[in-house]
């Protein structure tokens, strides 16, 4: 499976909650009016774009729309695909020429910091690269052990102390070791706590004197390890994680797994970090460097680019994988199926909908603030959704129930 399959499936969660809730909230517009702007700007903030980021590219829209004369909302996607594009655009390469490379890699317990940096050996390894790793986080009680359950799987070999040990000591064995073993790529694991960033900082900067002595002017990654499963917390992570350490650029995991992905829009934008690498899947070769038009296409549904990064050279372990992995289903999402309803009684007056309407969105809203289910009044919703007599205000509250509760019920 090629880098665009594997990051167009990864984002499938993702997709359906930004794109395919704006596809729907566009189809309901027969123009483009200053509604269907607010509309989307409330979507995408929904989607953990982040305030900032969706009103930039809300803006981007209206100037595209106006540049070119766009009357037809069925042309808005396009345009979203290319403003999100070229958002992510720039240097999102590793930059590891000289032998040895150095990649530090930071990231707090539990967003997957050491499965990535498996991964992205076993990654480095595939591009024919001969990589060591150093068990550097010598804080956090069984992170030494894990990351050699890693190396193991990755077939490279590592460098560690006892916990407790000095993390600059074990980098410095690290070096030694990958010097005498004409290693390309060093990879240290690093501790990630933040609650005291000066603890980090003194690390982090006694760490970089070890490698700018034993190897100076080697090229040089500091990668930071986010969830994309925790939304704009990952911004805000990032944000005190820059005040702390030099960081390069992010690698963004368990993108598969959660609807959330839309924060690697404003990680760009708002903190001007690149990322260079995305997890979408559990399994040893699902570390993906990131393309930003492969990613702008798969959150959108449409064709692989011309221009999408090349795919990993293909190993014995990537090829045992593939053989594993289900096909990549392409098609666009399945609608919210429902059953069809009652019809609305005959002769209703607009004020007497609109009270009806009201009386059923505050039962909806009732049970949603109780946690309670409310699969069996899906159907009746949706034929509020599609009833074009109701007023704007009472449509945009029909839609704005149907996104909430369709999240509810996935």
């Not at 189809?27 to 774009?49: A, C, P, Q, R, Y």
């Not at 979203?80 to 999102?92: A, M, P, T, Y």
Request: hydrophobic residues 40%; glycine residues 8%.
């Amino acid at each position: 499976m090629g880098i665009f399959e594997k990051i167009r499936q990864g984002l499938k969660k993702t997709r359906d909650s930004i794109s395919g809730q704006i596809a729907q909230m566009v189809n309901s517009f027969t123009k483009i009016d200053e509604e269907l702007f607010e509309e989307l700007e409330e979507l995408l903030v929904m989607g953990d774009v982040g305030m900032d980021t969706a009103e930039f590219i809300t803006g981007e829209l209206r100037r595209v729309i106006k540049e070119k004369g766009i009357t037809d909302p069925a042309l808005i996607m396009d345009e979203l695909q290319g403003i999100v594009r070229e958002l992510l655009s720039g240097d999102c390469a590793l930059h590891i020429g000289t032998k040895p490379s150095v990649i530090l890699v930071i990231g707090v317990n539990g967003v997957g910091k050491t499965t990535a940096i498996g991964k992205l050996s076993a990654l480095l390894k595939a591009q024919g690269k001969s990589v060591i790793l150093g068990a550097a986080d010598t804080f956090r009680a069984a992170a030494i052990e894990q990351l050699e359950v890693w190396a193991q799987r990755a077939e490279v070999p590592m460098i560690k102390q006892g916990e407790g040990s000095d993390p600059a000591a074990v980098v410095f064995d690290t070096i030694a070791a990958a010097k005498a073993r004409g290693c390309d790529v060093i990879i240290c694991d690093t501790a990630g706590r933040l609650h005291n960033k000066k603890n980090l900082m003194d690390e982090l900067s006694k760490i970089s004197r070890i490698i700018d002595r034993e190897l100076p002017g080697c090229d040089r990654e500091n990668l930071l390890v986010l969830d994309a499963a925790t939304g704009q917390n990952a911004v805000n992570q990032a944000r005190e994680f820059m005040g702390a350490a030099g960081i390069t650029g992010i690698v963004l995991t368990k993108l598969d797994g959660t609807p959330r992905g839309g924060v690697v829009l404003p990680i760009k934008r708002e903190l001007g970090l690149p990322v260079k690498f995305v997890g979408v899947g559990e399994q040893i070769d699902d570390l993906q460097p990131f393309d930003p038009g492969a990613f702008a296409a798969g959150l959108f549904n449409m064709e692989e680019p011309a221009q999408a990064a090349p795919d990993v050279k293909e190993g014995p372990l990537q090829e045992d994988i593939a053989a594993k992995q289900k096909p990549l289903q392409t098609s666009a999402p399945e609608p919210l199926q429902v059953p069809e309803v009652e019809p609305a009684p005959e002769n209703e007056s607009p004020e007497e909908k609109h009270a009806r309407f009201r009386r059923f969105a505050e039962g909806l809203m009732a049970r949603l603030d109780e946690n309670e289910s409310v699969r069996d009044i899906l159907p009746e919703l949706k034929v509020w959704l599609d009833d074009r007599e109701l007023d704007r205000d009472d449509q945009r509250l029909a839609r704005n129930l149907m996104l909430t509760a369709g999240k509810r019920e996935q």
